[in-house]
């Protein structure tokens, strides 16, 4: 009896898994819709498309090519008006970046930003300030990597206390702090030179890096794909 039940569950099991097999599509894993994973980098320079941005873009770009199912958006901050944190929001351009950051599909960040007199800029202190709804009533970005990318006019500008300054920011989000992949292991600390950052390998290279530990990280925390 306990035989023929043995035996019954082992042609259910394997008549299912045929099955299975003449009905699952040949698509790349995890490239379903719905099982996306969003990296949203954020370029905090006053002005935009410069540096700042590039150095992100290179980071989005990396990070995209770990895994079918991670998309990347890069959202420029330059150009755009809006103050820190008031007791009553304004309506200003923030209005149009919230939503983004609110999307449950969002599964990690890179946020970039120029050092000014060794720190970060001002708006990017603006803009985590704004994104204070994300932490009330819920906090939407805990658990969720997030990696820094700098730029400086010098070497050795500051880079590596605009990467702390943010890291630390972002942890009163519940966000988990990446550095890039060694040996990148603060984040990425990247050279401009007369708004230039194309013949900065190096510093490209961290940019790369943070967005490769960024998107692996984000890959290995989120649910499996359908
Ligand atoms: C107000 C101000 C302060 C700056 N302070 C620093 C600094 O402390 N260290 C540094 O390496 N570069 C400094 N720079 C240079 C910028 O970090 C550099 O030009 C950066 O690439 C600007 O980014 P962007 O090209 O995206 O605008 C400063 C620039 C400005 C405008």
Known sequence: MKENLTRRNFITTAGVA??????????AKGAESGNKLKII???CSARKGMT??????????AAKGVNAR???ELI???GLNFAGYLPTPPQDDFAAILPKLQDPAVAGLIIG???????????????????AP??????????????????????????ELVIEQIQTAMLCFGMIPVGGKPPAFQGATVLSTKDDISDD????????????HVAEVALRLAPKAN
């Open 70 to 72: 991670i998309e990347v």
């Open 201 to 212: 390998e190096l510093g490209l290279e961290t940019a790369k890096k943070v967005g490769l």
């Open 18 to 27: 045929a099955l299975a097999g003449t009905l699952v599509a040949p698509v």
């Open 52 to 61: 700042t941005a590039k150095a992100v873009q290179a980071a989005l770009d």
């Open 41 to 43: 980098g954020i370029s």
């Open 113 to 131: 930003s120029p050092s000014y007199f060794r720190s970060l800029s001002s708006l990017c202190k603006a803009f985590i300030e704004r994104c």
């Open 134 to 159: 994300l932490r009330e009533p819920k906090m939407l970005l805990a658990d969720k990597p997030m990696g820094v990318v700098a730029v400086g006019g010098f070497r050795n500008g500051g880079q």
């Open 76 to 78: 420029d901050l330059g």
